[in-house]
């Protein structure tokens, strides 16, 4: 596998991104960081790509340049983080016909207590 140094995204499409984001309110702001972590400390700014699954638009198209990152790196799985892009990996599979695997901080039995 091969690393290439130059960023995934042109300058076009990272600042069409970060719009689309913050326009879809899933990148927030907030200066006096009372944006709550699941951790139970607070932040100044917050992504929440969960919120991708209320646009779907938006995340057919993030999902493709996911995948085009995936791809020009060459892996041939990928991990997905419930907590942070679940609702991504699916579509970023389909799409690139790469692979996933979950992880899960604890089993679903655990889970279920």
């Not at 609702?87 to 992880?103: F, N, Q």
Request: net charge negative; hydrophobic share 40%.
């Amino acid at each position: 596998m091969s690393y290439r140094e130059e960023h995934w995204l042109t300058e076009e499409e990272q600042t069409w991104l970060i719009r689309a984001l913050l326009n879809a309110g899933i990148i927030l702001f907030n200066n006096n960081r009372l944006l709550p972590l699941k951790c139970g400390e607070f932040t100044d700014i917050y992504v929440n790509l969960r919120e991708l699954r209320s646009h779907p638009q938006l995340l057919s198209k993030v999902s493709s340049l996911f995948g085009r990152a995936l791809r020009q790196l060459g892996v041939d799985r990928f991990i997905e983080i419930p907590d942070g892009i679940s609702c991504v990996a699916g579509p970023v599979s389909v799409e690139t016909e790469i692979p996933y695997i979950t992880i899960r901080e604890a089993t679903r039995s655990e889970e279920r207590r």
